[in-house]
């Protein structure tokens, strides 16, 4: 029987005792878009509920408003900024180009700075602020299923940093200065979170 696409119908078949030709995202979005079954065994639907949660993983970012913001390695600050932005990336699994396009170019035009009123109007350019960037891959933590996270859902260290570098070079086009950290360093970030004001961020729309 041929594998089934992601919107067809689940075969009767497979209905009780999915098969091992469909891979575990082709049964969740078969399942998803499909017509569901009397039947559903648990651990199926555990599975599917599963599988799709780790398929809407996409870029994150936690972005705070800051007076200052530094890294420091081994004693030496490798990244300072004054009044800008700090950014922490996290980089998913399943993440392209697009969305460090889409968060590099939400991030830089966020209007989170205050006017001459005290409202919320300006972005980072129009306050001539930097924004120091800093790879997070823990924004990945999962401890839904114990205490010790788990990590599975973070890029691979190679396609992490092809994609952060990407980030920080999309932003610098833009014209603004940003400072970086420290690939895969044991860094130290100091800031000072000015409001605070801290919005989290991720290329799927999520939050």
Not at 25 to 47: D, H, L, T, V
Not at 177 to 203: H, K, W, Y
Request: aromatic share 8%; with cysteine; charged share 25%.
């Amino acid at each position: 029987m041929p594998t089934p696409g992601l919107h067809d119908p689940i075969p009767d078949s497979w209905r009780k005792s999915p098969g091992p030709e469909l891979s575990l995202c082709r049964r969740a979005k078969a399942w998803e878009y499909g017509p569901k079954p009397s039947y559903c065994p648990f651990w199926f639907a555990r599975m599917t509920l599963a599988a799709l949660s780790s398929y809407a993983h996409r870029m994150r970012a936690v972005v705070q408003r800051v007076s200052r913001a530094r890294v420091i390695v081994e004693n030496q600050t490798v990244g300072d900024i004054a009044n800008g932005l700090l950014v922490l990336l996290g980089v998913s699994v399943s993440d392209s180009e697009s969305d460090a396009d889409y968060l590099s170019e939400k991030i830089c035009t966020l209007r989170i700075f205050e006017d001459a009123d005290g409202k919320m109007n300006l972005d980072v350019s129009q306050t001539g602020g930097a924004i120091l960037a800093v790879s997070q891959f823990t924004l990945y933590g999962d401890v839904r299923r114990g205490r010790r996270p788990s990590f599975d859902d973070a890029a691979r260290p190679e396609r992490a940093r092809q994609l952060y570098e990407y980030f920080v070079e999309k932003i610098r086009t833009r014209g603004l200065r940003c400072e970086t950290g420290q690939f895969q360093a044991s860094m130290q970030v100091e800031l000072v979170n000015q409001g605070p004001v801290t919005i989290l961020l991720d290329s799927q729309k999520q939050f």
